[in-house]
């Protein structure tokens, strides 16, 4: 059973940080690319930032240079390191694995950011 649990939300400030986690089970993570979207109230998800099975990253236009997408393969573990953060980052952020044409998603952490 595929399982992939988000954690590391919360509540900051604009210009503040936070670390998302995303522990997975379930799949084979080393050789599957692993996403970050999010998706703010009223409006899609969004694809943040992806990394692929061999450490190459992209992301969106939006988030570069303050967000960083990473893994741990020994861990199945998959990060994104949020930095200045600004009001507009304010949204459910969800963790994806797609495995051979499936979609996997977690349950999402809130990410608050106050002005």
């Known amino acids: 059973q595929v399982q992939l649990v988000e954690s590391g939300g919360g509540s900051v400030q604009a210009g503040g940080s936070l670390r998302l986690f995303c522990a997975t089970s379930g799949i084979i993570f080393s050789i599957n690319a692993m996403r970050w979207y999010r998706q703010a109230p009223g409006k899609q998800r969004e694809l943040v930032a992806v990394i692929t099975s061999g450490g190459s990253t992209n992301y969106a236009d939006s988030v570069k240079g303050r967000f960083t997408i990473s893994r741990d393969n020994?861990?199945?573990?998959?990060?994104?390191?949020?930095?200045?953060?600004?009001?507009?980052?304010?949204?459910?952020?969800?963790?994806?694995?797609?495995?051979?044409?499936?979609?996997?998603?977690?349950?999402?952490?809130?990410?608050?950011?106050?002005?």
């Open 74 to 115: 020994a861990k199945n573990t998959v990060y994104l390191q949020m930095n200045s953060l600004k009001p507009e980052d304010t949204a459910v952020y969800y963790c994806n694995a797609a495995v051979l044409g499936v979609d996997y998603w977690g349950q999402g952490t809130q990410v608050t950011v106050s002005s």
